[in-house]
């Protein structure tokens, strides 16, 4: 009586349907493991399945044991296929060399089997890591600032930055070709060679070996000067109509000028291939600019700029009111949200006079 008080019909049709659903769960478990503990375990041979593997895929093992020398042929004779090539050379290239074995291993592109045939064949010996992998670089120029135009020249340039923060340019002597460009960058000098770790060196420019090539590249026979062409003159390179003309104008009249060619594919309707189809054709032959005075400009003057958002725009007004007029340009680095990279790409287009 107490029951039916309690609950109505409907409640009690509900625990009792949540009872069967309870009720049927621990039967599930139940039987589930049961049928759990009458499967016996696969035991898998090493030895069965590397002999399958090496039967549908015969290899052959290079006479040099250390992968740092081996090409891309060597990975495929091992049975590697070309995606797992792909994504070997990028992680070597991160890396420049493997120093042990282990790290060669930690690369995700190989299995749990591949790994362990690896490990049986690869040989790293940490003796004669230091000396092994030298190269031989031609020393070009040391610069206080980071010198762009030297990617006009060459595929691959390598830097060491000192203490002093002065820059020193390297060039790979097994990679370069264009000693004409070498000795314009020497002043005529005879080129010196280093032989250096590259794992020292750091590398700040790599084109892709692709040379992209166009109808309109190949007709053009111009030559168009960045900072001093109208929109009529950037019309003439195909792909460029009145309204990419105009984007680039406005883009440099809001930078103050071009300091680099590079920096006329950050308007925002060039892309890369683009760019790159008619980037030969582009020269800067006046480079005088339109500079900011930061020790009298307004923080809305200076977020006007490109580069230079308005939490850096404000950073630098309020630490010229509190410490005063800026001395040197050097200053800026006081500021703690103005980093290296940041500095060097609006340091020329400011200035304290």
């Known amino acids: 009586m107490k029951f039916n008080i309690l609950y109505s019909p409907s409640q009690r049709r509900g625990i009792i349907f949540l009872l069967i659903i309870f009720i049927s769960y621990f039967i599930f478990l139940f039987y589930e493991r049961n049928s759990l503990e009458n499967i016996s375990p696969i035991v898998v041979v090493e030895s069965e399945i590397i002999e399958t593997l090496e039967f549908e895929k015969p290899i052959i093992i290079p006479e040099n044991r250390n992968p740092n020398f081996w090409k891309r042929k060597d990975w495929i004779k091992l049975g590697f296929s070309n995606s797992q090539i792909k994504i070997i050379e990028n992680y070597q290239k991160k890396l420049n060399i493997f120093t042990t074995k282990k790290q060669l291993l930690k690369c995700y592109a190989f299995n749990e089997i591949e790994r362990k045939m690896l490990d049986s064949i690869v040989v790293i010996h940490k003796k004669t890591n230091k000396s092994e992998f030298k190269k031989p670089f031609v020393f070009l120029l040391r610069s206080k600032s980071p010198n762009y135009d030297l990617k006009n020249y060459f595929d691959t340039i390598y830097y060491n930055k000192n203490s002093k923060g002065v820059f020193s340019y390297y060039v790979s002597n097994s990679k370069t ?177």
Not at 181 to 196: E, M, R, T, W
Not at 292 to 298: A, E, K, V
Request: aromatic share 10%.
């Open 177 to 353: 070709n264009n000693f004409s460009a070498i000795k314009n960058c020497l002043n005529g000098q005879k080129p010196k060679v280093y032989s250096l770790n590259p794992r020292n060196l750091r590398m700040i420019l790599r084109k892709p070996q692709k040379i992209y090539k166009s109808k309109t590249s190949i007709k053009s026979k111009f030559i168009v000067n960045i900072n001093m062409a109208d929109s009529l003159q950037w019309r003439k390179l195909r792909g460029v109509g009145a309204k990419r003309s105009i984007h680039i104008l406005n883009y440099k009249n809001a930078l103050g000028g071009f300091v680099r060619i590079s920096q006329v594919n950050e308007v925002f309707s060039i892309n890369d291939s683009l760019f790159k189809s008619f980037e030969r054709f582009l020269t800067i032959k006046d480079s005088s600019l339109v500079k900011i005075n930061i020790n009298t400009c307004l923080a809305k003057q200076l977020k006007n700029h490109p580069y230079i958002n308005w939490n850096l725009a404000n950073s630098i007004v309020n630490f010229r009111e509190q410490h005063g007029c800026f001395k040197l340009l050097e200053d800026l680095k006081k500021i703690h949200i103005l980093d290296n990279k940041l500095y060097y790409k609006i340091v020329p287009y400011l200035t304290i006079q």
